[in-house]
């Protein structure tokens, strides 16, 4: 089957925990934690480190994914919760998020086991890199918090400004991402890819390898081809420059949350500060040496350098997926969409967006977010893997982007 959105190379099985702040702080207190510990601990080597972890992007509000040492010790986190069992990965979100609205996509998945058997959509075709596991499989753990979170448990005290989610992972499938490039062969015609994943490798020699294999694919598709990058955080800085350094000739947009924009610029950055962002933006688009870089934000979501045709709309598809999520999770449909569309957009982002424009010119778009501050209960997992996945279907010919959907029934 000829397919015209392609996405690789990781997918998991993810325990999306219920917030419960009793729970939470009863563990705090079950493991005396105190103010002076909060801090982002890497390797994390027990349930404790975990939970130490979390207050401290709790206490930044921020997002992240982080490494555990074992499966037992977020499996023993996870159980302390109600959770639910879904499907992650940059890739499997994304071909999700179209699949919601009507596109059909092919993806290569790197573990095969009963969950994603049982859960992919029947229009998101795959190629595993791996045999099914069956019952095997490694969870991510995802913990998603509230904004207006008040914590006080001994002499910690803080309260989150925003909701954010931190994912915490074991995952020797991932680790290893092994990359089979036979998936070459369902993209050889593919005319839009995107490519994720590769933070969470934790040798260089297995890293430098897996990105050669994806070079290897790359070349192999049409002479005319957008190919998308979707950026992460890195634990070693080495490993996140040599990601670019190999992929930078290959790609034609390079994108980033905010949290992957100051994990890159090595600061923190005010991202209602219209100069601070242009600072970042620059300094970001020259170390990346890519033809466009993409930020999206859960404000605005902007385009810096010389973007592809119908980079405006695509950073627009991109906040309504997301915001569609946001708002209803994964239940949502192309009305609901739709429906997204229509939701005004938040007026200090339009007055952001027009700010940064004059200041970065041409070079520059930037789209304000949607205003969602009347969502009692929003969703803050899988938001930049939706993200993505909008922007995917308008770097298709108009020809294609038709020939790309499937009819429903």
């Known amino acids: 089957m000829e397919h015209f959105i392609a996405a690789g190379f990781q997918n998991t099985v993810d325990f999306e925990l219920e917030w419960d702040q009793q729970k939470l702080e009863s563990l705090i207190r079950l493991y005396g934690i105190r103010c002076e510990e909060i801090e982002a601990v890497c390797p994390i080597n027990s349930q404790r480190d975990l939970l130490r972890t979390l207050l401290s992007h ?29 499907l992650g990965g940059t890739a499997v979100r994304a071909a999700m998020a179209l699949e919601k609205i009507g596109y059909s996509s092919v993806i290569h998945v790197c573990s095969l086991n009963k969950h994603f058997c049982r859960l992919i959509p029947d229009h998101v075709h795959w190629v595993a890199s791996v045999p099914d596991e069956g019952d095997d499989f490694h969870p991510h753990v995802i913990l998603q918090y509230p904004a207006n979170v008040h914590l006080k448990v001994g002499d910690i005290e803080l309260t989150t400004q925003r909701p954010n989610r931190v994912i915490f992972a074991h995952d020797p499938p991932s680790v290893a991402l092994h990359i089979t490039e036979t998936f070459g062969d369902e993209v050889c015609r593919t005319p839009v890819f995107l490519t994720a994943s590769f933070n969470i490798i934790k040798e260089e020699s297995i890293l430098r390898r897996r990105l050669e294999s994806t070079i290897r694919i790359i070349n192999r598709m049409p002479r005319h081809r957008v190919v998308v990058m979707e950026d992460a955080c890195f634990e070693n800085p080495k490993m996140q420059q040599l990601v670019p350094q190999m992929l930078a000739p290959y790609l034609d947009v390079f994108s980033m949350n905010e949290d992957e924009l100051q994990d890159r610029l090595g600061r923190r950055v005010d991202m209602w500060d219209a100069n601070q962002v242009a600072q970042a933006v620059r300094e970001v688009y020259d170390l990346l040496h890519v033809p466009t870089i993409v930020c999206h934000s859960a404000y605005w979501a902007l385009a810096y350098g010389r973007p592809v045709e119908g980079m405006r709309q695509a950073l627009e598809a991109g906040i309504c997926m997301a915001a569609t999520r946001f708002r209803l999770g994964d239940d949502y449909g192309r009305a609901d969409y739709e429906q997204t569309m229509d939701l005004p957009p938040r007026k200090r982002a339009e007055d952001f967006a027009a700010q940064l424009e004059t200041l970065l010119g041409e070079e520059l778009i930037c789209v304000p977010g949607k205003d969602l501050d009347h969502i009692a209960r929003p969703v803050t997992i899988g938001l930049g893997d939706s993200f993505i996945g909008g922007m995917l279907p308008c770097f298709l010919p108009e020809e294609q982007r038709r020939l790309a959907e499937f009819e429903r029934e």
């Open 58 to 86: 709790m206490a930044n509000n921020t997002g992240s994914e982080c490494l555990a040492s074992s499966s037992q010790i977020t499996r023993g986190f996870a159980e302390n919760f109600h959770y639910r069992v879904t």
